[in-house]
């Protein structure tokens, strides 16, 4: 019973750039018709993106999927990559992609990150990665997990596509392991409409990942690597400078948001979600809250069905788990008695909306509802 008058309010809302300051941009793509290949908003864009993020050196990408693809092929990874189960797919994909196989590893409730407990004990012979995600943009166990990774000599990649400008003690978390990827997509925190990046912490890496993403060309007869085509054009690039300017507001008004969530919904019955972290800086990237049914009285299925009667559109973000699609359920790591965590808290998960143009008005209508679950 969908109810009239009432917009539909959605998870998320892209930060766009002013039209009108794109177009110069714009013009000056087609003054020069230079629309590819490191042209100068690209080269503008990884400079301004290195200072911004606090990282050395960064490659940049034409959609988030492409370096989680392309940190498995600068690693030579083989074998067994143990991930985790609660992510977007393209993390277990980007795995599979490389003919690899996912070993999925629970996670710790506490961060949604993977469990360090429980890693060593999926590691095998074949054993030849890490691919753990900072799952909302909070940060991993990253000393835990990087001292499993030294003992067993395995490299880390990071699938930080939540966690843009997530900071602890001052330092980027996409510092951490050996490579970090970013994805740039509309809906994520700092967007180049489609768009990602790949952090690493050398010349010499960032001199190989530009080559994989340009089919392997070293010059113009020598292919150095079997690459691939991963590369970021000017019009993105453009709408990247432009979002850089202002994605620090962006990010304090989704933060004014977490609080008015936090306020409203801390008595709630049931409802469980974050709080900041100390010494973390937080990019608000998303508002997940988890519902324990029997005290809130009401399943996660009936308040989502419910938000969405009212044109509140949560997204379960993440359900089903990576490891119940098709493609993965059969590997024995996919088992839900494997997985006791991440498959409680996929059935208690909503994303509520949370982005930097919500109105007082929205957040409380989202309220309203969620504080009331004896309401229809
Ligand atoms: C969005 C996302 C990706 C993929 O990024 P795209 O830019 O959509 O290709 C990968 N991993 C996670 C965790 C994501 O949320």
């Known amino acids: 019973m969908a109810v009239e008058n009432e917009t539909p309010i959605t998870v998320t809302s892209p930060l766009l750039p002013d039209p009108d300051?794109?177009?110069?941009?714009?013009?000056?793509?087609?003054?020069?018709?230079?629309?590819?290949?490191?042209?100068?908003?690209?080269?503008?864009?990884?400079?301004?993106?290195?200072?911004?993020?606090?990282?050395?050196?960064?490659?940049?990408?034409?959609?988030?999927?492409?370096?989680?693809?392309?940190?498995?092929?600068?690693?030579?990874?083989?074998?067994e990559v143990i991930t985790t189960p609660y992510s977007f797919v393209a993390t277990t994909h980007?795995?599979?992609?490389?003919?690899?196989?996912?070993?999925?590893?629970?996670?710790?409730?506490?961060?949604?990150?993977?469990?360090?407990?429980?890693?060593?004990?999926?590691?095998?012979?074949?054993?030849?990665?890490?691919?753990?995600?900072?799952?909302?943009g909070k940060p991993c166990d990253g000393a835990r997990i990087q001292q499993i990774a030294d003992k067993y000599g395995l490299p880390i990649i990071y699938d930080a596509a939540h966690a843009f400008g997530v900071e602890v003690e001052g330092q980027s978390i996409l510092n951490w392991g050996n490579l970090s990827t970013l994805s740039f997509h509309a809906t994520k925190v700092y967007n180049t409409a489609e768009g990602g990046a790949l952090v690493m912490h050398d010349e010499s890496m960032k001199k190989r990942?530009?080559?994989?993403?340009?089919?392997?060309?070293?010059?113009?007869?020598e292919v150095v690597a079997p690459g691939i085509n991963g590369k970021m054009d000017e019009i993105r690039a453009a709408i990247g400078l432009l979002n850089l300017q202002h994605v620090d507001t962006c990010i304090e008004a989704r933060h004014q948001v977490a609080i008015r969530y936090r306020e409203a919904l801390r008595s709630v019955p049931g409802i469980r979600f974050f709080d900041d972290m100390p010494g973390v800086k937080h990019n608000y990237s998303y508002f997940p809250i988890f519902v324990n049914a029997e005290e809130y009285g009401m399943t996660r299925d009936e308040l989502y069905a419910k938000l969405k009667s009212h044109g509140?559109?949560?997204?379960?973000?993440?359900?089903?788990?990576?490891?119940?699609?098709?493609?993965?359920?059969?590997?024995?790591?996919?088992?839900?008695?494997n997985l006791p965590n991440a498959t409680r808290i996929a059935n208690e998960v909503i994303c509520l909306p949370m982005h930097h143009l919500l109105s007082d008005?929205?957040?409380?209508?989202?309220?309203d509802l969620v504080a009331s679950p004896q309401t229809a």
């Open 21 to 79: 300051d794109l177009n110069k941009l714009l013009k000056e793509i087609w003054a020069t018709k230079w629309i590819t290949n490191n042209g100068k908003f690209h080269e503008q864009l990884e400079n301004a993106l290195c200072k911004y993020l606090k990282v050395p050196y960064i490659s940049l990408f034409t959609n988030g999927t492409l370096p989680l693809l392309t940190a498995l092929q600068a690693l030579r990874v083989s074998g």
């Open 94 to 136: 980007s795995i599979w992609w490389n003919g690899l196989k996912p070993v999925f590893v629970d996670i710790d409730p506490s961060n949604c990150g993977l469990d360090p407990d429980r890693i060593e004990a999926a590691i095998t012979p074949r054993t030849t990665a890490i691919m753990p995600v900072h799952c909302y």
């Open 361 to 367: 008005s929205d957040l409380n209508r989202i309220i």
């Open 312 to 337: 509140i559109l949560g997204r379960r973000y993440f359900y089903p788990l990576i490891s119940q699609f098709d493609t993965y359920r059969a590997l024995p790591s996919a088992a839900p008695e």
């Open 209 to 221: 990942i530009d080559y994989l993403k340009n089919f392997g060309f070293e010059s113009e007869t």
